[in-house]
């Protein structure tokens, strides 16, 4: 986290005044951007190690209570639930993200007509806002009035309508099928723009050498998308991890905490219940594990410096 | 279609092509239908959709919803809030995003590598992480419940993905012109708005509908800074039926309709420039 800005002057008498005016203007210029991060990424950072170790509250300061809020954490009955949850959505809505995006890619890659329509019109879950999206699949998935109920019932393939949202068993998978529905486009669209820089020749040469679809596929197409399957995958699996607006307007946690996420845990005790020294701690704990994604992630992004 | 079921098509080539259309007509309408029923609800009468056997074609339309959402729901309000927002976001995000990108592509002096890669690593942070202390910072300097608190917060996520969005475009631009520039007299500043920002355009345009979607679909910091709701954006306005109302399904959705097109037509504007950024040049096949 800690990345450091020199702001110290090189020795005046290496440096010629031009370069030394060219650097002052450099600084001026991405001085908002270093008083931005500063004050509203760094400083909150740190403010937030301090806070998950007092005991504060909305209107009162806090005392220092070193690491009780996480023994506290730790202690809840329904914090390792809380946590399989969050990975559960994470791990199973990339890896289904990952496979639907690229049947998506691979559907779009084959020529027709309206090929390109589709791939815009394909991009319109990832376009829409996620609230829209989460508003809408809770009204499909609605017990009295939801037309998936509906359909269901009435093609005979349920005999009952089923309480996606309310049933212990199915809440993780509807939450899951959202973020999937979702994202997926996001897979989809970079893994078709790999294929675009695949040469034609390969496939071609492939297939003289008698290589099936599924050969050519596992050999030559994977392969050459790896560096955006790393990405992709990776950066979804930072963004998903956090998904908040999905379960809370989808759920809101429930049914008894089948659908609990670390974010929305924070949400209910820092702003529904007041109590800020354990909702800090809360993302705290998650913290070491997000920074070494970031990290293997923007390493992945800077390659081709 | 063409019609492919001749001598020069093979039934193998036929039965391929006839799968290839059933995988992509279910995959399609797998994507579609929440769309499709998202706008049918909006335009339905109440009577027809809280019944046991919903038609999936609408019998009877109807704009009552629309007037129910936009007059006593006060969507305009909402709508207000959100623009005021969205675009006060984007125009500070663009002045200073672009700003800090030609600094560190064009000039030189210690610390820029590093200053690019924190541009990246706070780009990646999740929003949902830092939501609490900036909540008591919001708090404690006197901006809980106010639009102002969104748009700075907001710039928190907006400016390091424009800053890296336009690193990516000023890089492939060649800085020779901007050199022959200087050398006609330009000051740097100069070669900055009169011949870099004009070759950029695109990128400056792509930068400033990703701010203005980014903060018209933020949800979670909108939900928590602000408690009055005649100060609530979209997103918080529309998903605080929920509890007012039962029958809010029709209302609930002429509303989402109405946020969503707004920015699906920004996205259809720029396909494609997103990820163009994000990956800036990584991409390679």
Known sequence: MAVEVSLKRPPVSTVSPARRQEAVQGYLLVLPIIVLFVCLIFYPFFSAIWLSMTDKTIGTTG????????????????????????????????????????????????????????????????????FVA???????????????????????????????????????????????????????????????????????????????????????????????????????????????????????????????????????????????????????????????????????????? | MPAFWTDNYPLQYVVRRTLFFVALALFAFWVFFPFYWMVATSLRPDAELYTRNVTLLPQSFTLQHYETELVRYQFGIRLRNSLFVASSTTLLTLIVSSLGAFSITRLRYPGRAALARSILFVYLIPGSLLFIPLYIIVYTVGLANTLISLIITYLTFSIPFCTWMLMGYFKAIPPDMEEAGMIDGCTRLQTF?????????????????????????????????????????????????????????????????????????????????????????????
């Open chain 1, 134 to 305: 989460t508003l809408t699949w809770r009204w499909l998935y609605d017990y009295q009035n939801g037309v998936i109920n509906t359909i269901a019932t009435g093609t005979g393939l349920s005999d009952t309508r089923v309480s996606f949202l309310g049933n212990p068993d199915f809440a993780l998978i509807a939450v899951i099928i959202l973020v999937v529905w979702k994202g997926f486009p996001f897979f989809g669209i970079s893994y078709l723009a790999g294929m675009q820089g695949i040469p034609r020749e390969m496939y071609e040469a492939a297939e003289v050498d008698g290589a099936n679809a599924w050969a050519r596929f596992f050999y030559i197409t994977l392969p050459s998308l790896r560096h955006v399957i790393m990405i992709t995958c990776l950066l979804s699996l930072i963004w998903t991890s956090n998904t908040f607006e999905m379960v809370y307007l989808l759920t809101g946690g429930g049914p008894s905490n089948r659908t609990q996420v670390f974010t929305l845990m924070t949400y209910k005790l820092g702003i529904e219940n007041m109590r800020i020294g354990e909702a800090s701690a809360v993302p705290m704990m998650f913290f070491p594990l997000l920074a070494g994604l970031i990290v293997i992630v923007s390493r992945y992004m800077m390659k081709e410096d």
């Open chain 2, 193 to 285: 708005y009169k011949i870099l920002l004009p070759l950029a355009l695109p990128g400056l345009v792509a930068a400033g509908i990703f701010s203005f979607t980014l903060a018209w679909n933020e949800f979670l910091y909108a939900l928590v800074f602000i408690t009055s709701s005649q100060l609530q954006t979209v997103p918080v306005g529309l998903a605080s039926h929920i509890v007012a109302d039962i029958y809010m399904w029709g209302p609930l959705m002429a509303g989402s309709t109405m946020a969503a097109v707004p920015v699906i037509i920004l996205y259809i504007l720029a396909q494609g420039a997103l990820v163009q950024g994000l990956f800036a040049g990584s991409v390679r096949g």
């Open chain 1, 63 to 130: 005392d220092f209570v070193g690491f009780a809020n996480y023994r506290w954490l730790l202690r809840w009955p329904d914090f390792e639930l809380m946590l399989l949850n969050t990975w559960t959505i994470a791990f199973v809505g990339v890896a289904i993200k990952f496979v639907v995006g690229m049947a998506m890619a691979l559907l779009l890659n084959v020529e027709f007509r309206g090929r390109m329509i589709m791939r815009g019109l394909f991009m319109l879950p990832w376009a829409v806002p996620t």
